[in-house]
């Protein structure tokens, strides 16, 4: 099964000199747009990036917000702050890397699912 996940990268820097990479899913085939793992923590009302997903988080965790005793939840865009622009180009790389390797593994479990099987006994 081919997998499709196309990527919008945009790369700033604001007045305070901080770097803003900010990466979202724009296209996508046979796999769902939300693959980034966010956690939310209810002390600070805040959401922080976790993760690319992987295929197991994208089956059991759920779209935008979190659960009742689970503080996971999946997006479709990370927006993320960084003090150089190397730590910013290294995790652009990254996520890269992870993004890939999601759908290769989400393109194989699909392909073992859809496998028919013939046993003659």
Excluded at 21 to 37: C, D, G, K, M, S
Excluded at 48 to 53: D, G, I, L, M, R
């Amino acid at each position: 099964m081919s997998v499709l996940i196309e990527l919008e990268i945009t790369k700033s820097q604001n007045e305070n000199g901080k770097y803003s990479l900010l990466v979202r899913v724009t296209r996508y085939e046979n796999i769902q747009a939300q693959i980034f793992v966010f956690q939310h923590d209810p002390v600070s009302d805040e959401d922080y990036f976790s993760s690319v997903a992987s295929p197991a988080q994208l089956n059991d965790l759920p779209k935008h917000t979190a659960q009742p005793g689970n503080p996971f939840f999946l997006e479709h865009t990370v927006e993320l702050e960084f003090d150089t622009a190397q730590q910013m180009n290294d995790t652009e790389s990254m996520l890269i890397i992870d993004v890939e390797q999601l759908k290769k593994d989400w393109a194989l479990i699909k392909d073992q699912l859809e496998t028919t099987y013939k046993v003659i006994v």
